[in-house]
């Protein structure tokens, strides 16, 4: 394993930082992007997970989320059993005020919610540890 200085991965698509005040891996989403775009991110989150005791994993949803069957299918197979494996206990999706990605995150929920914990905030400062 990589030992990291700085907690941070940085794309185009998104940024992945680790928020020491709530215990999370914060994945904030830019815009669209697929397969390796899409699962290095979320690859590197769960290494953070990994190395952080009961850390849970926020999506921040409001600029961009949606993905193709294939990502979808991914996350359920490997990130969420994988997370689960690493002590994450709870999903959370940051939404914007309309829900606009409504059925795209309620079907990961739906995927996985046998597995792990799903809430909906409007704001990181929502979290509850």
């Avoid at 409001?62 to 193709?68: A, D, P, V, Y």
């Avoid at 829900?99 to 995150?105: A, G, V």
Wanted: net charge negative; proline share 2%.
């Amino acid at each position: 394993m990589i030992e990291r200085m700085v907690e941070m991965y940085i794309s185009e698509y998104c940024e992945v930082d680790y928020e020491e005040k709530y215990n999370v891996v914060l994945v904030k989403w830019k815009k669209f992007c697929c397969n390796q775009d899409y699962r290095k991110p979320l690859e590197y989150a769960l290494d953070i997970i990994r190395e952080h005791e009961n850390c849970d994993y926020v999506a921040d949803t409001r600029s961009g989320f949606e993905n193709i069957p294939e990502d979808t299918q991914w996350v359920a197979e490997y990130f969420m059993p994988t997370a689960v494996e690493y002590g994450c206990k709870c999903i959370y999706f940051i939404i914007d005020e309309n829900n606009s990605l409504k059925e795209e995150l309620e079907g990961q929920a739906n995927d996985s919610s046998d597995k792990i914990e799903f809430r909906y905030i409007y704001s990181l400062e929502e979290i509850e540890k």
